[in-house]
């Protein structure tokens, strides 16, 4: 009886994860990633980012920003489930990703979601600072980000 009491909230989180990755997958095959494109708001010159959260795995992910050098490699931090809705809503979840680039750890990104609903997304850099994102529906074309010229 304690064995399975433990293992729940291991459960949970890989609940909330599948939950997640079905709610926001736009149409796509099963070996691809699902992908939101955002942009930073409160800056002069806009951030833009694609989040790819692997569809094989509930730990991996990537980000990529625009005019970047490539993918970050992101690992699932941890799922804290904020609020349960009922009814047929889906609950609201608080979800945690770590970078972790070749010359070490990196920043992490937190968003709140409600289903496909990202309701507030942060990157936070090591040193402290908070850069704040908006989803970019607009720039999603082909399974991927593509964004104009900033």
């Known amino acids: 009886m304690q064995r399975s009491i433990a293992m729940q909230p291991r459960m ?13 997958a736009p149409p796509v095959r099963a070996d691809q990633d699902n992908v939101r494109c955002l942009r930073s708001i409160g800056l002069n010159t806009p951030l833009r980012l ?16 625009q005019g970047g050098s490539g993918r970050i490699p992101l690992k699932l931090l941890k799922v804290t489930e904020l609020r349960r809705v009922y009814g047929g809503r889906p609950s609201e979840f608080e979800t945690q990703w770590v970078e972790m ?7 992490r990104y937190v968003y709140v979601n409600q289903g496909a609903i990202i309701d507030d997304f942060r990157y936070i850099r090591r040193d402290g600072r908070v850069f704040s994102f908006v989803d970019d529906p607009d720039a999603y074309a082909d399974d991927r980000c593509t964004w104009a010229a900033p």
């Open 12 to 24: 949970k989180r890989r609940l909330a994860v599948l939950l997640l990755l079905i709610a926001t």
């Open 50 to 65: 694609q989040l790819g959260l692997s569809s094989e795995s509930d730990a991996g992910g990537y980000v990529l920003y």
């Open 101 to 107: 680039p070749p010359s070490g750890s990196g920043g």
